[in-house]
């Protein structure tokens, strides 16, 4: 039985980003509709979230790129208690880490629009963009139809 | 072993706790002095013999509050250690490496709080108004309490190694069947079976049942840490700090720690496990029992795996009840830890351990010679070994 999906379009103030110079790029980039990861230019490898210099090799020549925003599901939870509003109101939901198809990137985000049973690892999904406030975006995401 | 290493150089000589509650109704400040008092004269010492304090940044009885209303005149030495449960053996850490270099005689190292009847962690109703950074990329997608926060690494542990959550039930039966036999445990009389835990309600499925997570508790313990010299003229057998010592690592975070390549692992406790083996100069074999910290179930096959009872993705088949009871391989919580005993934080795990160096604890084990402690997982943690003199 697949339970009924709630709204998660209103997000409350407290729960805004409030970005820093490093990882600004990636909430502007998902109010654009990109998912907009750091690559390095030393060893190539992609990392999330923003920081200052590369989590893979220490180098500094990072760079932000728009990733292709499919990735395969690493692991999940389904939260099926939350005190708090909203949330509260919008569980069971289901919250993963994705591996990114990018090299060396991982996201954990929300999976608000998947029904919680067709969930697993190893599961192919997209990303989907949720705005916040007038200049940014939550990154989500979905299963993967295509 | 170089000049250079803490081990034995500094003893545990004093233990207190309140009692452990789900309404203690006192003050934290309360519990913590009431604890204080007690390790201290436990160790056959006053007040004044005190010269340091250290707690957890998490604690809110401020160090100088707890020394004037105990009756300290001078501390020398005070200090906080971060990151909630694995904060409680580095509390002695800071104790021990205060007094093996002289800059304190004697330390008390203390926790206390209403953790049930107060503020409980995971509760953000009300209290929130700007995110931690540290958060900031978690709950913005609602995913807010200790539970679901171990649950991803459990999870991907569990699907890696083919466990299932029947493989947790022996850490639940074990440390349910210890605090049956503690008259001090919240869980005194009330042991489980395999069934009832197999039949608890799924806190996070397919990872948690309810009988795999702590309970919250309210209450105080505290330690008192002197030289070894010192404490072989004290009142009680003192329980020597064989080794101790804090792990993090490459991307470690409070409890979530997502952006590591590996989540199926414990590394900050990997790193106390090196550290505590050499400066020892022990191995697991050595070991007569051990408190392993066990917030949640899946956590204590994990730091198995990490302090080398068991290889990689072995502790499902290793975990049994038959080999981590009162007389089998490695006993461990034998005052039931803090599913069965009381979530005081870790601290009560350290003054079980010295129980069973001194020979009092109410599950005593024959022939005990070093027993290993460790703190909070899944956070920046640590360790001990204590040993007899």
Not at chain 2, 275 to 293: C, E, H, K, N
């Amino acid at each position: 039985m697949s339970s009924p999906l709630a709204d998660w379009s209103e997000s409350p103030a407290w729960l805004a980003p409030i970005p820093t110079s490093d990882d600004r790029e990636f909430w502007v980039g998902a109010r654009n509709g990109e998912l907009r990861i750091q690559r390095c230019g030393a060893c190539g490898l992609h990392q999330h979230y923003a920081r200052m210099l590369c989590s893979h090799c220490g180098a500094d020549e990072i760079a932000f790129v728009v990733a292709s925003g499919l990735g395969t599901i690493y692991s999940f939870t389904v939260i099926r208690k939350n005190g708090v509003p909203p949330f509260r109101e919008r569980v069971p939901f289901v919250v993963a880490s994705v591996q990114l198809d990018e090299p060396g990137a991982r996201v954990l985000a929300a999976m608000p629009t998947t029904a919680i049973e067709s969930v697993a690892i190893g599961a192919r999904v997209r990303a989907q963009f949720r705005p916040v406030g007038d200049e940014f975006a939550f990154v989500d995401f979905a299963l993967d139809s295509a | 072993m170089s000049d250079r290493t803490l081990s034995r150089k500094a003893a545990i000589a004093g233990i207190g706790q309140t009692e452990f509650s789900k309404d203690s109704g006192r003050s934290e400040l309360q519990l913590a002095c009431e604890a204080v008092l007690a390790a201290i004269t436990d160790a056959g010492l006053t007040p004044s013999d005190v010269d340091g304090l250290v707690t957890f940044t998490m604690d809110t009885s401020e160090e100088m509050e707890v020394a004037r209303n105990v009756g300290m005149t001078e501390v020398s030495m005070f200090s906080r250690v971060h990151y909630g449960g694995g904060a409680a053996a580095g509390t002695v850490l800071q104790a021990a490496m205060a007094v093996a270099t002289g800059v304190a005689d004697a330390v008390v190292c203390y926790r206390a709080f209403n953790e049930r009847s107060g503020n409980r962690f995971g509760n953000m109703t009300g209290r929130i108004t700007t995110l931690p950074p540290w958060l900031s990329w978690y709950a913005p997608y609602g995913l807010m309490t200790p539970a679901s926060w171990v649950a991803l690494h459990a999870h991907r542990y569990m699907e890696r190694y083919g466990v299932t959550n029947a493989d947790f039930a022996p850490i639940a039966i074990v440390d349910r069947t210890n605090a049956a036999t503690n008259p001090g445990a919240w869980f005194y009389e009330r042991p489980i079976t395999f069934e009832e835990h197999q039949q608890s309600r799924w806190i996070i499925e397919p990872v948690l049942r309810l009988l795999d997570c702590c309970q919250e508790s309210d209450g105080g313990v505290a330690v008192l840490v002197t030289s070894t010299e010192r404490a072989r003229d004290l009142p009680n057998p003192p329980a020597v700090i064989a080794a101790a010592s804090q792990g993090a690592t490459f991307d470690s975070e409070m409890m979530t720690s997502y952006y590591r390549d590996d989540l199926t692992g414990l590394p900050e406790m990997g790193v106390v496990a090196k550290r505590v083996w050499s400066q020892s100069g022990l191995t697991p074999s050595d070991i007569s029992t051990a408190f392993l910290y066990d917030h949640f179930t899946p956590f204590v096959l994990m730091q198995l795996e990490e302090l080398g009872f068991c290889g990689r993705g072995e502790a499902k088949d290793w975990a049994t009840v038959e080999r981590l009871s009162l007389g089998g391989e490695l006993p461990i919580n034998t005052s039931g830890g803090l599913l069965g005993e009381a979530y005081i934080h870790g601290m009560n795990g350290i003054t079980e351990c010295v129980r069973q160096i001194r020979g009092t604890s109410c599950n005593q084990l024959a022939n005990v010679e070093h027993a290993l402690v460790t703190s909070g997982t899944g956070v920046p943690t640590s360790g001990l070994i204590l040993s007899t003199l």
